[in-house]
């Protein structure tokens, strides 16, 4: 077959089209006191049923955040299958060393931060995934704080009124690359 008939048969497969795209906002604000149990950010969960295991699921958006001196926690993005068989895991996760929370490139770990007492910080964030299966998935944003001090979420640690954002995460689902030889 000829190399431009690969082409073609490749630019009419679909292949990097995007399938489905699952979005989630919320302006809530969150308060977490030293809790090394993972926890969910309200409003940032959105469930995906993807169409092929060979397809790419991308994670992103924003949070922003606040905290008190001296913070040690992390934000992760978590999956898992809502039919419960499995493939539960955090997405793009990588040990920090010190614990067990994740700093990934796209996540915040507020030692990073330091204390945020009158600003809000807008963390962007982009995550790849690959479909474990063909059942629902969920993806949700967790956080944990391993330290005495209170972390925030969507507000900096002097109080509600020195700012708010709007969090988000999108979720969508992109046919995967096929080449033809």
């Known amino acids: 077959m000829s190399n431009a008939r690969n082409i073609a048969n490749l630019l ?30 309200t409003g940032l969960t959105v469930n995906i049923t993807p169409k092929a295991t060979s397809n790419i699921i991308n994670i992103m958006g924003t949070i922003y955040i606040g905290s008190g001196s001296n913070p040690n926690g992390g934000i992760g993005c978590y999956r898992s299958e809502t039919s419960g068989g499995g493939n539960a895991a955090f997405v793009g996760a990588t040990a920090s060393g010190d614990s067990n929370f994740i700093r990934s490139d796209g996540f915040w770990n507020t030692d990073d931060y330091g204390a945020l007492n009158y ?10 995934d690959t479909a474990p299966s063909t059942n629902q998935l969920t993806y949700k944003l967790q956080w944990a704080s391993s330290s005495a001090v209170t972390q925030y979420i969507n507000y ?26």
């Open 12 to 41: 009419s497969s679909g292949s990097g089209s995007i399938l489905q795209v699952k979005t989630a906002t919320t302006d809530t604000q969150q308060a977490l006191s030293a809790s090394t149990t993972w926890t969910d950010i």
């Open 119 to 128: 600003t809000l910080y807008a963390i962007p964030f982009f995550l790849k």
């Open 156 to 181: 900096p640690s002097n109080g509600t009124t020195y700012g708010r954002g709007t969090h988000s995460i999108t979720v969508m689902e992109i046919v995967a690359w096929v080449i033809l030889l």
